[in-house]
């Protein structure tokens, strides 16, 4: 049941901005985040967000990102200003649900390609 979908991915150029967002389904969440994947390199976290609102941010996006949620509608958003050549890759949302288990659930990815 649980379902996460990105959107507000494309092509951009440096320092420009965009905002991704996605929508979770299927359970309430405790922590949700983005993380990103270039080319050749793994998976890193980007930013986190808990319910509660508190943040946190790799150093590399710091005052340039800001995540946000709304609880109400199970959403999370990226907003991503001066975006870099470095920032290309592809934006994967993450979401933990309020469970025994506490199980991570990840969506099928947004590309962010930044051009210089």
């Known amino acids: 049941q649980v379902q996460l979908v990105e959107s507000g991915g494309g092509l951009v150029q440096a320092g420009g901005s965009l905002r991704l967002s996605c929508a979770a389904s299927g359970s309430i969440f405790s922590t949700m985040g983005w993380y990103r994947q270039a080319p050749g390199k793994q998976r890193e976290l980007v930013a986190t967000?808990?319910?509660?609102?508190?943040?946190n941010y790799a150093d590399s996006v710091k005052g340039r990102f800001a995540i946000s949620r709304d609880n109400t509608k199970n959403t999370v958003h990226l907003q991503m200003n001066t975006l870099k050549p470095e920032d290309t890759a592809l934006y994967y949302c993450?979401?933990?649900?309020?469970?025994?288990?506490?199980?991570?659930?990840w969506g099928q990815g947004t590309q962010v390609t930044v051009s210089s």
């Open positions: 967000i808990t319910r509660g609102g508190t943040t």
């Open positions: 993450n979401a933990r649900i309020i469970s025994n288990t506490g199980r991570d659930y």
